[in-house]
């Protein structure tokens, strides 16, 4: 599967999970985010304020991971190591940690 074809799958199953009863775009995309551990980041209010609103935040991130040699991409893999994790945590996943650690105290307003 193409990487396009894969975000147009993503966004179908988002999609689908948003009309369900009770499930706002955080809830849905960090279902996907669970199912899909590899293939996408937990994108919730904390990362999106985290990151200043990104206006398309998945772009932005696949081009982030994919530029200089994939150099962002190594500096997780490096991270994930010496935090001492296995392989089976994902870079995606480091880089959830990470923001969530270097987000300010919560009741921080965001911009």
Request: aromatic share 8%; proline share 8%.
């Amino acid at each position: 599967m193409t990487p396009k074809a894969a975000l147009t799958a993503l966004a179908f199953e988002n999609s689908f999970l948003e009309d369900q009863y009770k499930v706002g775009w955080v809830i849905a995309g960090k279902l996907l985010a669970r199912k899909r551990p590899r293939l996408l980041p937990v994108y919730d209010r904390v990362v999106r304020c985290a990151l200043g609103h990104p206006p398309s935040f998945w772009t932005d991130l696949r081009t982030a991971l994919r530029e200089d040699d994939a150099a962002l991409h190594h500096r997780l893999l490096g991270l994930r190591q010496s935090a001492g994790l296995p392989e089976t945590v994902s870079a995606l996943r480091v880089a959830d940690v990470a923001v969530w650690m270097a987000h300010p105290a919560p009741g921080h307003r965001c911009p």
